[in-house]
T-cell receptor, first 118, second 114 residues
Framework: EAGVTQFPSHSVIEKGQTVTLRCDPI?????LYWYRRVMGKEIKFLLH????????ESGMPNNRFLAERTGGTYSTLKVQPAELEDSGVYFC????????????????FGPGTRLTVT | SQQGEEDPQALSIQEGENATMNCSYK?????LQWYRQNSGRGLVHLIL???NEREKHSGRLRVTLDTSKKSSSLLITASRAADTASYFC??????????????WGLGTSLAVNP
């Protein structure tokens, strides 16, 4: 079974530009999450999709960030326009809808996208 | 505000020794999880402990939870060089509904020297 994949693995853009990050969750996982880790700080929750619906977007920093999950499969996170403080590693995770024995809300993470804004 | 805090931030030990990492959190939780991240890789789930559990084991891992102190510890016994990684605790705040967000600590960077 393929794991969570993210693209690109690394992106370097200039301040003011737009970047779109993509996440492909594990097939069949209804829940999809975005997290971000800014250097030297803790990993922070951004938002949670259940299928195509935003269940919780309380962690989105501002309206320069737009997340979508059309069709309830892959998700994109667009930053427009990017600022220097947006630099960090963006993680995506997924989990199944129903709690199966032993999983207990375990989230499966992708390798992350390292975003550098210069 | 930061929810989780971990100590130590960095730990260096010799192979065969035990490694203990601690984590604290601030609000009531449903469960607490520990994850590992190898350099350049994604986060890998290690173990989960529910709020009504006090101790849990998985292989060489032992996790404790003290809800009165809002703290948890991860013990890795008989460490190996392959255990070198960053370890994070993540708590799931207690709330109704389908809220599943995790609140993370800063992480402990563990180096196991051969």
């Amino acid at each position: 079974e393929a794991g969570v994949t993210q693209f690109p693995s690394h992106s370097v853009i200039e301040k003011g530009q737009t970047v779109t990050l993509r996440c492909d969750p594990i097939s069949g996982h209804d829940n999809l999450y975005w997290y971000r880790r800014v250097m030297g700080k803790e990993i922070k929750f951004l938002l949670h999709f259940v299928k195509e619906s935003k269940q919780d977007e309380s962690g989105m920093p501002n309206n320069r960030f737009l997340a979508e999950r059309t069709g309830g499969t892959y998700s994109t996170l667009k930053v427009q326009p990017a600022e220097l403080e947006d630099s960090g590693v963006y993680f995506c995770a997924s989990s199944p809808r129903r709690i199966t024995s032993g999983s207990l809300y375990e989230q499966y993470f992708g390798p992350g996208t390292r975003l550098t804004v210069t | 505000s930061q929810q989780g805090e971990e100590d130590p931030q960095a730990l260096s030990i010799q192979e065969g020794e035990n490694a203990t990492m601690n984590c604290s959190y601030k609000t009531s939780i449903n469960n607490l999880q520990w994850y590992r991240q190898n350099s350049g890789r994604g986060l890998v789930h290690l173990i989960l402990i529910r709020s009504n559990e006090r101790e849990k084991h998985s292989g060489r891992l032992r996790v404790t939870l003290d809800t009165s102190k809002k703290s948890s510890s991860l013990l890795i016994t008989a460490s190996r060089a392959a255990d070198t990684a960053s370890y994070f605790c993540a708590s799931r705040p207690f709330s109704a509904g389908n809220n599943r967000k995790l609140i993370w600590g800063l992480g402990t960077s563990l180096a196991v020297n051969p």
